[in-house]
């Protein structure tokens, strides 16, 4: 697939770039996808929530009263489940949510992702886009020009570019990453995905 590159006024340049079948054209594997935004997310949570179960709870492990011959159920400690004030019963526990999944699969959820992008006609490719300092105002300047002011975009960068990030970060809508940091979660929660030209090669390196 080719593509026009245009430049931060929105208007085409000259020049073109050829997107790699092999990462922007192959057949996506929903399931793959699937996996990989599940793992992303999964390893968002905190993953802190607890409760005290009787081990925990403060209060006096006595016997409250003896085994038998009281007509009632049987009761331990006051820390017991089953009074009030006592620990919790199979309350929630810290935990660590993430799951392992293997590179390959990860990778073929992004070529996935990039497939429905680029097939979806959802990618555009832009010259280059530099900053001296955060400046939301110019940054947002950029994103009306180019017509994605009502779309939810994607800037992948060939590198971390501090001050293009901190201009972001105040804009509805706009998110900013570097081409190492990509993941199948950002490709699919944006509408429109903006590469800067320098780092298409950057990804096809990465995924192949």
Do not use: C, W
């Amino acid at each position: 697939m080719e593509l026009k590159v245009v430049d931060t006024n929105g208007k085409e340049t000259s020049g073109k770039v050829k997107l790699s079948d092999e990462v922007f054209g192959i057949e996506p594997n929903d399931h793959a996808i699937y996996l990989d935004v599940k793992r992303y997310l999964a390893a968002q949570r905190q993953g802190t929530s607890a409760s005290k179960h009787r081990g925990i709870v403060s209060g006096s492990t006595k016997k409250l009263k003896r085994q038998k011959g009281t007509g009632g159920a049987r009761i331990g400690s006051i820390k017991s489940p089953l009074l009030r004030g006592g620990g919790r019963a199979f309350g929630p526990e810290p935990r660590d949510y993430t799951f392992k999944l293997n590179a390959k699969v990860k990778a073929l959820a992004r070529k996935s992702a990039l497939s429905y992008k680029a097939k979806e006609k959802n990618i555009i490719i832009l010259n280059d886009l530099k900053m001296d300092a955060p400046k939301t105002k110019a940054l947002n300047i950029v994103r009306t020009a180019m017509n994605l002011a009502s779309e939810k975009v994607l800037f992948v960068l060939p590198d971390n570019r501090t001050s293009v990030v901190k201009s972001a970060r105040n804009l509805k809508d706009l998110n900013v990453v570097a081409a190492s940091d990509l993941n199948t979660y950002q490709i699919m929660n944006a509408g429109k995905l903006v590469i800067l030209e320098a780092a298409v090669n950057k990804i096809e390196t990465l995924l192949n």
